[in-house]
């Protein structure tokens, strides 16, 4: 994509503003709002994981990729019991295998 990861932004900015950080922040999750209502869970969001569609730097040219371990909920519980993760990426819950309820 035209705009390139989230991560290279963060890398190259350094700083942002509040205002920017929650627009931001605001608009990845709505979209993970979404998926969640459709029953996919990415499980391995990351910042490199995140793209805009061109150079904008807008939020709302932001795009979530790399489903590679996303799922469909299907059991009753909601719970996906194979953690899939990047290392530095991970909430803790789902790295030292925490059943929570958030």
Do not use: W
């Not at 890398?11 to 709002?33: D, G, M, N």
């Not at 489903?67 to 719970?79: D, I, P, T």
């Amino acid at each position: 994509m035209k705009g390139g990861e989230l991560l290279d932004k963060i890398l190259r900015q350094k700083f942002f503003s509040e205002r920017e950080a929650s627009a931001v922040l605001l608009t990845i999750t709505k979209t993970v709002e979404y998926l969640h209502a459709q029953g996919v869970v990415h499980r391995d969001l990351k910042p490199s994981n995140i793209l805009y569609v061109d150079e904008s730097g807008n939020p709302e040219s932001i795009r979530i990729c790399d489903f590679g371990f996303a799922k469909q909920l299907r059991a009753e519980n909601g719970l996906l019991m194979t953690p899939c993760y990047t290392a530095n990426f991970v909430a803790p819950e789902v790295k030292y295998l925490l059943f929570v309820c958030i």
